[in-house]
Nanobody, 114 residues
Framework: QVQLVESGGGLVQAGGSLRLSCVAS????????MGWFRQPPGKERELVAS???????HYGDAVKGRFTISRDNAKNAVYLQMNSLNREDTAVYYC????????WGQGTQVTVSS
C-alpha cells in the first residue's frame, strides 16, 4: 500500500477552476496507474480520470473536455485540472493508485456554487 495525500479542494463559483494535487508516499510511482474518482452527495463513487504509466489518459463522459489529468513522476504526484466547473461537479474527490483494489487518499471536498 502507498499513502496518498490530496490537496486543492475548496469552494468555487460555477464556471471557475480548481487544481487538485495528490502526492504518493513512495514509489515506484512511475509504475502506478493513477486515477481520480469522485463521490457526489447521495451517489456512488465514479471514475473522473485516469492516467497510465505510459501517460495514456481516460476521462469520464461528464468531464471530457473540461478536466485534465497529468502526472509528474519526479515528484510522485498526479494532478487534476478542473475547468468550467458546474454544480454537478460537487463531490468528494479521491486519488487512487493501482485501481479499485489499490490505495486511496482521504479525499478532498470540491463544492461548486451557482
Amino acid at each position: 500500500q502507498v499513502q496518498l495525500v490530496e490537496s486543492g479542494g475548496g469552494l468555487v463559483q460555477a464556471g471557475g477552476s480548481l487544481r487538485l494535487s495528490c502526492v504518493a508516499s513512495r514509489g515506484p510511482f512511475s509504475a502506478f496507474a493513477m486515477g481520480w474518482f469522485r463521490q457526489p452527495p447521495g451517489k456512488e463513487r465514479e471514475l473522473v480520470a485516469s492516467i497510465s504509466p505510459t501517460r495514456t489518459t481516460h476521462y469520464g463522459d461528464a468531464v471530457k473536455g473540461r478536466f485534465t489529468i497529468s502526472r509528474d513522476n519526479a515528484k510522485n504526484a498526479v494532478y487534476l485540472q478542473m475547468n468550467s466547473l458546474n454544480r454537478e461537479d460537487t463531490a468528494v474527490y479521491y486519488c487512487n493508485a493501482g485501481g479499485e483494489s489499490g490505495s486511496w487518499g482521504q479525499g478532498t471536498q470540491v463544492t461548486v456554487s451557482s
